[in-house]
């Protein structure tokens, strides 16, 4: 056991002395002027802030170190260090990883959970590695201390004594913790660590996970505070992924069906991955070894735009995936031009590889009369019509025909239209819109496309139930207000979506109609004379055709072209001409307006 622990702490040696801090250090100490500027030592630091020695003891603490700590604390900080002692292995206890991972699991969760107890923590700390005789203690109390500088920070007060006391200590600890406590100034982190960053402490090594394209699979170095958007960003800058939105990203784990989808905001990648870990309690050294865990970057929804055609290799692979797996369903009848469609964009006109193409689709075919031959005759006919662009014509059609599937779900909403009011229901962002489905989601409820929505209302709070409400207006037979509630996370976040969808397509959108009147100054003015109701092709896209109150534009009825005011129009919320029934909509909404 004992040259095991030698092995793993070999970067201690046994003539540790207190070095200067490192040039390639002092850039992470507080500048002049900031509290903690003048960096006291740990020892200077103790004699005006703790009850006691700063120094190691292996013994009970019978009070807090600090001072200040109030006093229905004291007994959780008495048991930190009685926890810390554990793992530094200083008293008896069952000598595992495990045990050891639950120990500075417990730990890190107290500081989570109670702010004011981190620099109690951090204290201990200290004293756990100050003047401690025992070699492999003194390794695990660092080990320890990296491990926490990657949850969070101490006060501002202690910030600059953790420096310098990081500072002093073994080499490669001198440049492995400050970056972790750097990382730790704004903490997105809920949950305890994982084991593989208890692995990855005791190494001194970064977490690299492989993320799954598809078509490629780069490996992402994450930590304790990277998030989601970080991991995006990431294949954004590095050029794996082309910089769009609507990518979501998974965590993968060996051993279950499905992946966890983790969304795309500042969720902490490694919180799902404690989650999961703590359900599964699957065996320590395969959890350390972190050979089960991957990342996948998936479409989870279009935008009502072109999406970047850069990421067109992925989502195609993406919908071939999904077809084979059942989670995009085809209709019977139309399988066969499907999987003709799919292995046309795969493979162009080498039909001899449709042989080992059908396979992967096994599973979907079987039970269905559809064999190889249909596929094959389905082919040959789609070669007199094929695109161009066979990816991106059938990424297009995806759009449409699975326009729920590509969506983002927000579950346990209330909606009310006025007529009558759902609970429980499910609202689907997608590219077209919103669909409100019932809770078992076999019935759709309501729908409200973007191609005739008038405005998508800002967020009212309710503190107390933690609910958000917002209102979407459209235009149906006569104007229609939407109440959506949700809870306040996911409201607020599905009212943010909403809003900047459809306030983008207002921007891209040249199509306009009149809501009063407007007369030009005379036969030859460069002004446009309008009706009320008339529709108005812009020159350019409403953000560049705006200019001064003024927007020039042709009117759809006298064909003729000119400048009108910008506040007599209204732009409506499309990238083509609406037609039939919905700018008729739009005409009685606009020339009923006050």
């Known amino acids: 056991r004992m040259e095991e622990i030698d092995k793993a702490f070999s970067f201690l040696n046994e003539d540790d002395h207190v070095p200067e801090p490192r040039p390639s250090f002092r850039k992470f100490l507080p500048l002049a002027g900031t509290p ?29 170190l600090l001072k200040s ?17 554990h793992f530094l292995g200083d008293v008896e206890q069952a000598d595992t990883h495990a045990a050891n991972l639950q120990i ?36 695990r109390g660092w080990v320890l201390l990296a491990v926490v500088a990657s949850f969070f920070q101490p006060s501002t007060a202690l910030l600059g004594v953790a420096y310098a006391f990081i500072a002093a200590g073994p080499d490669s600890m001198v440049d492995f913790i400050p970056n972790r406590l750097r990382r730790a100034a704004q903490p997105i982190r809920r949950r305890p660590l994982t084991a593989i960053e208890l692995h990855a402490a005791l190494h001194r090594q970064p977490i690299a996970l492989p993320v799954d394209l598809f078509t490629a699979s780069p490996r992402i170095v994450v930590d304790a505070q990277t998030s989601v958007a970080d991991v995006l960003e990431s294949l954004f800058t590095e050029g794996s992924l082309a910089r769009d939105e609507g990518f979501v990203v998974a965590l993968r784990v060996q051993g279950h069906s499905k992946s966890v989808i983790l969304g795309d905001g500042a ?26 865990w991957g990342l996948a970057v998936r479409r989870q929804y279009f935008t009502p735009w072109q999406h970047n055609p850069g990421n067109n290799a992925l989502i195609f692979q ?32 080498s039909i001899d590889r449709l042989g080992s193409f059908m396979p992967k689709f096994s599973n979907l075919l079987r ?25 991106a014509a059938l990424i297009a059609e995806a759009k449409t025909l699975w326009s729920r599937e590509f969506s983002r779900a927000f579950q346990n909403c209330t909606v009310a239209d006025g007529v009558a009011k759902h609970r429980h229901a499910t609202v689907l962002l997608g590219g077209e819109g919103i669909i409100v489905e019932s809770e078992d989601k076999r019935q759709t409820l309501l729908r409200l496309p973007f191609a005739q929505m008038v405005d998508v209302g800002t967020v009212i709070h309710d503190p107390d139930a933690d609910l958000v409400t917002f209102d979407i207006t459209i235009v ?35 199509y306009a109609i009149a809501v009063c009147p407007y007369k030009a100054p005379g036969a030859m003015s460069a002004f446009l004379s309008l009706d009320k109701g008339d529709l108005v092709v812009l020159d350019q896209p409403w953000r560049d055709a705006d200019n001064g109150g003024w927007c020039t534009g042709t009117c759809e009825r006298t064909r003729k072209s000119g400048e009108v005011p910008s506040v007599n129009v209204f732009v409506l919320p499309c990238l083509e001409r609406p037609e039939g029934t919905v700018l008729e909509l739009f005409q009685l909404y606009c020339t009923e307006a006050d």
């Not at 903690?36 to 807090?64: D, I, M, Q, W």
């Not at 969720?267 to 050979?291: K, M, N």
């Open 36 to 64: 903690g500027a003048h960096a006291l030592s740990f020892a200077e630091y103790a004699g005006k802030n703790l009850s006691t020695s700063h120094t190691y003891v292996c013994e009970e603490l019978s009070r807090p």
């Open 318 to 349: 993406q919908i071939m995936d999904s077809v084979a797996r059942g989670e995009l369903p085809v209709e019977p009848a139309h399988l066969a031009e499907m999987l003709a469609k799919l292995f046309f964009a795969a493979h162009g006109v």
């Open 476 to 510: 149906a037979h006569g104007k229609v207000k939407v109440a959506l509630t949700a809870a306040a996370s996911d409201g607020e976040r599905l009212q943010r979506l909403a809003d900047s969808m459809f306030k983008e397509l207002v921007a891209r959108s040249k």
């Open 367 to 391: 039970g269905t009369p559809v064999g190889e031959n249909d596929v094959r005759q389905q082919y040959t006919e789609l070669l007199g019509t094929a695109p161009a662009d066979p990816v």
């Open 104 to 139: 500075a699991q417990n730990i890190v969760a107290a500081g989570l959970a109670r702010p004011q107890l981190r620099d109690e923590i951090y204290c201990q700390l200290f004293k756990a590695l100050s003047g401690n005789p025992h070699r492999a203690s003194t390794a």
């Open 267 to 292: 969720i902490a990648v490694l919180d799902s991955a404690f989650d999961i870990e703590g359900a599964g309690r699957t065996d320590y050294a395969q959890l350390a070894a972190g050979q089960h």
């Open 69 to 85: 700590l109030p006093e229905n604390d004291a007994a959780l900080a008495r048991s930190i260090w009685a926890a810390i002692l």
